[in-house]
């Protein structure tokens, strides 16, 4: 399983670019960068995942290297309720993957009026 | 996707009794996971109930503390046995629409405060 390593809090303004960045060292071939955000007194979320090079959707970005070994989630134009914690999940997430993926500490994003 | 409803949502409960949690999902799913969070911490997978068989449990988890049921493709339950103060926790239902879903969906969750 590989393992992830991300910052344990981060704050910021509104209305600035928020970069989390996830690192993976030992991911294997088949493992897709998968993110969720939680709420308080919610179940995660799922906001965007990758395999390799920059993917992009309504909510995010998510950047990978070429070596794949670290991952950042971009939050663009951070509001109040972007206030969240953001999980980065590494694992093989097809087909029952996520018996096996594990859920890491999480960080915990503050945006500051 | 996927909409889960989790009963209840909050319940407080005397030390030595038992807690059973509904997780119900509006389509079949195939894969059902059961999560315990903690307050302030990550989530922990407690097991994996698929319909038919029987539940895997994570290492640190067993059936007579919390055995799980799974009667169909849309619905199960986590019961908390014998609880004890250490049991306060969130626990969390969630599920993967097939079997070539990425994309985990997850319930509100079932705060439990035992006293």
């Known amino acids: 399983l590989a393992k992830t390593t991300q910052p344990i809090s981060m704050d910021s303004y509104e209305g600035q670019e928020v970069n989390i960045t996830c690192s993976h060292n030992?991911?294997?071939?088949?493992?897709?960068i998968t993110w969720y955000q939680q709420f308080p007194s919610q179940g995660p979320r799922f906001i965007i995942q990758g395999y390799k090079t920059k993917v992009t959707n309504e909510v995010a970005s998510l950047f990978i290297p070429a070596d794949r070994k670290s991952s950042t989630l971009s939050l663009p134009r951070v509001s109040l309720s972007d206030t969240a914690v953001y999980y980065c999940?590494?694992?093989?997430?097809?087909?029952?993957?996520?018996?096996?993926?594990?859920f890491g500490t999480g960080t915990k994003l503050q945006v500051i009026p | 996707s996927a909409v889960i409803s989790q009963k209840p949502s909050r319940d407080i409960c005397q030390r030595g009794t038992s807690l059973t949690i509904q997780c119900q999902v509006d389509?079949?799913?195939?894969?059902m996971f059961w999560y315990r969070q903690q307050p302030g911490q990550s989530l922990t997978l407690i097991a994996t109930a698929n319909q038919g068989s029987e539940a895997t449990y994570e290492s640190g988890f067993v059936i007579d503390k919390f055995p799980i049921s799974r009667p169909n493709l849309t619905f199960s339950t986590l019961t908390v046995s014998n609880m004890s103060p250490e049991d306060s926790s969130i626990y969390l239902c969630s599920v993967e629409v097939d079997r070539e879903a990425t994309e985990a969906f997850f319930g509100q969750g079932t705060r439990l405060t035992v006293v």
């Open positions: 389509s079949q799913v195939t894969m």
């Open positions: 030992n991911i294997a071939t088949n493992d897709y």
């Open positions: 999940l590494v694992g093989d997430v097809r087909g029952g993957g996520y018996q096996k993926v594990t």
